[in-house]
């Protein structure tokens, strides 16, 4: 049985089940240096993207379409492909550049008794002029599978909580009961939608917008999140968060924008600085998540200590972190796709479960596109280079090398396939790797850690395969180690076994051998706004950095940048 997903709006994707196993899964901004959160319109690139991966368009038994907008109307004015009405949502699409439109399934329940897995089938998914049938499932119906079907509580069929926070919806809590496979919807643990941390924070600092409005910005969340390392948390503020909250919530959308025009209001005239504001913002929604996840599992007669993390908000590796540090849960999980990146996947995977009643998925993070052909660009040469001689050039020239190997990872962090790796021991690293990503100064670069090292120089150190949690940086490696150190003392850790990835496993203990370190510094391979590199050709006529790798082969620039 061939399962497709598709995911047509922000964060287009196209993934494949077959028998309980994903295939691959398709991001379209990880093809042809496309745009970040590329959509897809056109569907007639399904089958391009099926048959470039050895799927025949009428081999798909099911296809299978994300849900999408709500009721409200006003959502039109930031979906221009949303349609919606009382007789069901519709997104419109192109087939072969000939206009038309998709019905599809609502973005979340209508309420709290309703079944999350409710789907409607509909016909008229337009493929070169071929019509499918389809199914539509709700998108946190997407969220919720693709978080517990990856996830190593459903492999071993356990039970586990399921916390759901995206950008248009509250913080929802579910539970996924193995034995039974029903899904039980525990409600919302508070009424503050996901994009109220970007909005708000487009009020302050360097991501303030000319006016009192501010839309949702889906590059935002990320950089807030390594900005206010400069700052410190004002607990006085929090009474007055309290107080807007309370006094003044009336709808989700647009509250964001009214919550931060009346915050400045009551500070009017007290200095406090952005930084202190963005960072007391953030640790005061971390307190509410916290404190009422807690109230909620306290209230749950149900002795279960997993819990699956999803949703846009679950890329903010400080709350899942603060999350797991709280001791409620055993184990959390985070898939490499919360966003919607992973939705694709989800869809496929309620399918899976509807038709054949599995809630497990096989699969690897590396089951993105594979590189595409290059030629040689004017101004570059190449030589065989074993990962022994990389790990060797990275040790003595301290410089950043482009690493592309086999198929891209899932989701939007590169985890070593499409990844910029460098020496973490240099203290100028970090600048030489923002400047060559054009990224501001007070951005973190990540480590890719042996996994049977990290306890020795992380707290705690444990596996961390997916770049989703922060670890504190142990004060005897801080000077070994400076170019992976935040402002704030941690590290957005990677952990790497043989299992996972035997080729970068291979490069980290060749680097150890060399240098006594088991890391390297690792941040994506990509265009300024863009997917992954493609190909060896981008990384070349990208040309920031002297060395691309692939395949044993060193693409190396005649004239050299000059790093130091």
């Not at 991966?53 to 081999?59: A, W």
């Not at 002795?303 to 001791?327: D, E, H, P, Q, V």
């Not at 180690?481 to 496993?505: F, K, M, W, Y």
Request: aromatic share 10%; hydrophobic share 35%; proline share 4%.
């Amino acid at each position: 049985m061939l399962i497709c997903g598709l995911k047509l709006t922000h964060d287009g994707a196209i993934a494949v089940v077959e028998d309980g196993k994903l295939l691959f899964s398709i991001e379209m901004e990880k093809i042809n240096n496309n745009a970040r959160f590329k959509e897809i319109e056109e569907t007639s690139v399904i089958e391009e993207i099926l048959a470039e991966n050895g799927v025949k368009l009428e081999q798909i038994d099911y296809f299978i379409i994300d849900g999408w907008g709500g009721t409200n109307q006003d959502e039109l004015a930031i979906q221009p492909r949303l349609e919606i009405s009382k007789l069901g949502n519709k997104i419109s699409a192109k087939d072969c550049g000939r206009d038309y439109k998709l019905d599809v399934n609502s973005y979340e329940e209508e309420s709290r008794t309703a079944n999350v897995l409710s789907k409607i089938d509909c016909d008229g998914l337009l493929i070169n002029g071929k019509k499918f049938p389809y199914s539509s499932y709700l998108h946190v119906a997407g969220h919720i599978m693709s978080s517990y079907a990856t996830s190593p509580f459903a492999s071993k069929g356990e039970d586990s909580y399921i916390l759901v926070w995206d950008g248009g919806m509250y913080p929802r809590l579910y539970y996924f009961d193995a034995k039974t496979k029903r899904i039980e919807n525990m409600g919302p643990i508070f009424l503050l939608i996901g994009n109220i941390y970007t909005i708000f924070s487009q009020h302050f600092g360097p991501f303030k917008v000319q006016g009192n409005f501010a839309k949702d910005n889906l590059s935002i969340a990320g950089k807030v999140m390594a900005y206010i390392a400069l700052g410190s948390v004002k607990e006085e503020l929090f009474e007055i968060f309290d107080k807007i909250y309370n006094e003044n919530y009336t709808t989700p959308m647009g509250f964001a924008n009214v919550f931060a025009n009346k915050f400045k209001d009551a500070i009017a005239g007290k200095d406090y600085k952005d930084e202190d504001i963005l960072a007391t913002f953030h640790v005061y929604l971390q307190n509410m998540l916290i404190s009422k996840l807690a109230k909620k599992i306290s209230r749950h007669n149900k002795k279960c200590g997993n819990l699956c993390i999803a949703g846009g908000c679950a890329l903010n590796i400080k709350w899942n972190s603060a999350i797991r540090n709280t001791g409620i849960f055993q184990d959390v999980y985070v898939p490499p796709f919360p966003n919607d990146s992973g939705s694709a996947i989800g869809m496929a995977c309620c399918a899976m479960l509807e038709k054949t009643g599995r809630s497990y998925l096989e699969w690897s993070v590396y089951s993105g596109p594979q590189l595409t052909k290059s030629k040689l660009v004017d101004g570059w040469n190449q030589r065989p280079c074993s990962i022994e001689e990389l790990a060797k050039l990275l040790y003595e020239k301290e410089e950043p090398v482009v690493f592309l190997n086999g198929a891209a990872e899932l989701g939007p962090r590169a985890l070593g396939n499409r990844s910029i790796l460098a020496s973490a021991s240099s203290k100028k690293m970090k600048d030489i790797l923002n400047m060559v990503k054009k990224r501001e100064s007070y951005r973190p670069v990540s480590p890719i850690c042996l996994e049977d090292r990290a306890k020795e120089i992380f707290d705690p150190g444990i596996s961390d395969q997916y770049m989703l949690f922060d670890h504190i940086v142990k004060e005897e490696w801080k000077d070994k180690v400076p170019a992976i150190c935040h402002l704030d003392g941690t590290a957005r850790l990677q952990t790497i076994s043989e299992n996972q990835n035997q080729v970068v496993v291979k490069l980290l203990r060749c680097y150890e051998s060399l240098s006594n370190i088991p890391l390297l510094c690792n941040t994506s391979a990509n265009y300024n706004g863009s997917g992954f590199f493609p190909n060896v050709e981008s990384a070349m006529k990208w040309g920031r950095v002297n060395y691309v790798w692939n395949n044993n082969i060193l693409y190396e620039k005649e004239v050299k940048t000059q790093f130091n």
